[in-house]
């Protein structure tokens, strides 16, 4: 197979029962669009899928503009490449929790947060939870659970860079998925 490996990651899709999104007609949407390996996961809005033409931020606006034409809302849609999902994992800063997918999270943001940004998130971290950003990926290890997690429920707000989480067995399956493809 050749082409470039990719994976998209939903926000706001199928969550409490709002913004129904059935994964048979995302994978469709996809393969509409021309793309081939078409595989989802879970029903959070997670596709991995291969293509030949397109980077990240071309890919992103082609989906969410075919996504938002069928569904009629908008969902921001982060597309990133296997090279970058690779690097994710293999920087985990906390590998000691990365058993335990309730107490480890990854946060693929739009952008990698300016220096006062995270500054700014620092003063709110005064709970168990603690966090690091590397790039455009921001680690989250809570202790007790995301969600038990006052300080998990600042960060969109303070943060203030448009981003999606993700669990890490979600992380985890979704690389080897993309690996697979």
């Given at each position: 197979?050749?082409?470039?490996?990719?994976?998209?990651?939903?926000?706001?899709?199928?969550?409490?029962?709002?913004?129904?999104?059935?994964?048979?007609?995302?994978?469709a949407?996809?393969?509409?669009?021309?793309?081939?390996?078409?595989?989802?996961?879970?029903?959070?809005?997670?596709?991995?899928?291969?293509?030949?033409?397109?980077?990240?931020?071309?890919?992103a606006?082609?989906?969410?503009?075919?996504?938002?034409?069928?569904?009629?809302?908008?969902?921001?849609?982060?597309?990133?490449?296997?090279?970058?999902?690779?690097?994710?994992?293999?920087?985990?800063?906390?590998?000691e929790?990365?058993?335990?997918s309730?107490?480890?999270?990854?946060?693929?943001?739009?952008?990698?947060?300016?220096?006062?940004?995270?500054?700014?998130?620092?003063?709110?971290?005064?709970?168990?939870?603690?966090?690091?950003?590397?790039?455009?990926?921001?680690?989250?290890?809570?202790?007790?659970?995301?969600?038990?997690?006052?300080?998990?429920?600042?960060?969109?707000?303070?943060?203030?860079?448009?981003?999606?989480?993700?669990?890490?067995?979600s992380?985890?399956?979704?690389?080897?998925?993309?690996r697979?493809?």
């Open positions: 197979m050749s082409g470039t490996v990719f994976v998209a990651l939903f926000s706001g899709i199928n969550v409490g029962g709002n913004r129904i999104v059935q994964m048979a007609e995302l994978r949407l996809f393969e509409a669009l021309g793309f081939t390996d078409v595989a989802s996961y879970v029903q959070s809005g997670n596709v991995v899928f291969r293509t030949k033409k397109g980077d990240t931020a071309t890919l606006k082609q989906i969410e503009t075919a996504f938002e034409k069928k569904w009629g809302f908008h969902s921001r849609i982060l597309v990133r490449d296997l090279g970058w999902l690779e690097r994710l994992v293999n920087e985990n800063p906390y590998p929790v990365a058993g335990d309730t107490k480890l999270h990854a946060y693929t943001l739009e952008r990698q947060p300016t220096a006062d940004e995270i500054a700014r998130l620092a003063e709110k971290c005064t709970g168990p939870e603690s966090f690091e950003v590397k790039g455009d990926v921001l680690y989250l290890n809570a202790p007790d659970g995301l969600g038990k997690s006052m300080f998990g429920n600042l960060i969109p707000r303070t943060l203030k860079v448009p981003g999606t989480a993700r669990n890490w067995r992380v985890l399956a979704l690389l080897e998925m993309a697979s493809l």
